[in-house]
Each structure stands twice: as structure tokens, then as C-alpha cells.
């Protein structure tokens, strides 16, 4: 309960931030706020606007993935799940296979 209503007071803050523009930092932070309070589908429309990004951390296709299997979205899930695998063994390949999210802004 307690850290439901830190995200939820957290997701305001960020959508007052992101009303001076746009941020990729601040985007996530928002869909992973709504993501873990069960907006699935506010965190979808979230993820949208930084998910197709270069640089975008894998873990994030996994959570969109997740976010669109609970609005319904069954292919687009699967599709952004073989994103994430498909990432991830390419990192697992590389010789810097640290993967870290991207912190940089729009």
C-alpha cells in the first residue's frame, strides 16, 4: 500500500515534469510507475514514446511486452518479448555484454 501510493504520487510528479517536455529519463520512470500500480494501459501509451529509441535498455521490451499481454495485446506482446530475447543474446555475445539503461535525454 505504501509504495503504491509513492508511485501513484510519484506518476504525478512526472507527468508535471514532462509537461516542459519531453525527457526519455522521466518517460520511463512513468511507465514503469504505472506499470507496477497496474495502469497497463496508461504504461502502454508511455512506453510508446521512447520504446522504438536507439539505445533503450532490453529490459524494457520485456516490460512493455508485459504491459501489452494485460491490455490484450497477445502479438504485439510476443513481438516485443522476441525483441528482449533477441537483445539480450546479443548482449550475451558482445564482449560488453553490460547491459545498462540509457540515461541520456531526447
Do not use: C, H
Not at 499481454?69 to 553490460?98: H, P, V, Y
Amino acid at each position: 500500500l505504501v509504495d503504491k501510493k509513492v508511485y501513484n504520487k510519484n506518476i504525478k510528479i512526472y507527468r508535471d515534469l514532462l509537461k516542459n517536455g519531453p525527457n526519455k529519463d522521466i518517460s520511463i520512470k512513468l511507465a514503469e510507475s504505472l506499470r507496477r500500480v497496474g495502469r497497463y494501459d496508461e504504461a502502454a501509451e508511455q512506453y510508446e514514446t521512447f520504446i522504438d529509441r536507439p539505445g533503450i535498455n532490453p529490459v524494457y521490451y520485456k516490460n512493455y511486452s508485459d504491459v501489452l499481454a494485460k491490455t490484450g495485446q497477445k502479438e504485439d506482446a510476443e513481438r516485443w518479448m522476441i525483441r528482449f530475447r533477441e537483445n539480450i543474446k546479443r548482449a550475451d555475445l558482445s564482449s560488453n555484454s553490460n547491459i545498462e539503461p540509457d540515461t541520456s535525454s531526447y
